[in-house]
Nanobody
Framework: QVQLVESGGGLVQSGGSLRLSCAASGRIFSINNMDWYRQTPGKQRELVARISGTGIPTYSDSVKGRFTISRDNAQNTVYLQMNSLKPEDTAVYYC?????????????WGQGTQVTVSS
């Protein structure tokens, strides 16, 4: 019923920047929280940043001051601007959103996009 598609990952040198995008499509009535998670092999998926339905952002301590989450409600899209990237930011980044579709609340995930930061 709904789909999240991420883009913008890639390879960047330490200190560089990347911008991730995630667009939601399908039968969408409204979207509550939109999040970015990341995961490395052998570790649990961790919440990196969240933006509420009213636009209030929160960040993990590891990215605070370097990453910025934003959203475009008209386009059902969430962004993650990543600056001053470090090798430890290397991970698969996943978009997540709580989407109201018709009468259902769906917890939806994107397919993931690889971010690799070289030292």
């Amino acid at each position: 019923q709904v789909q999240l598609v991420e883009s913008g990952g890639g390879l960047v040198q330490s200190g560089g920047s990347l911008r991730l995008s995630c667009a939601a499509s399908g039968r969408i009535f409204s979207i509550n929280n939109m999040d970015w998670y990341r995961q490395t092999p052998g570790k649990q998926r961790e919440l990196v940043a969240r933006i509420s339905g009213t636009g209030i952002p929160t960040y993990s301590d590891s990215v605070k001051g370097r990453f910025t989450i934003s959203r475009d409600n008209a386009q059902n899209t969430v962004y993650l601007q990543m600056n001053s990237l470090k090798p430890e930011d290397t991970a698969v980044y996943y978009c997540h959103a709580d989407i109201y579709s018709d009468v259902e609340l769906l917890s939806s995930w994107g397919q993931g996009t690889q971010v690799t930061v070289s030292s």
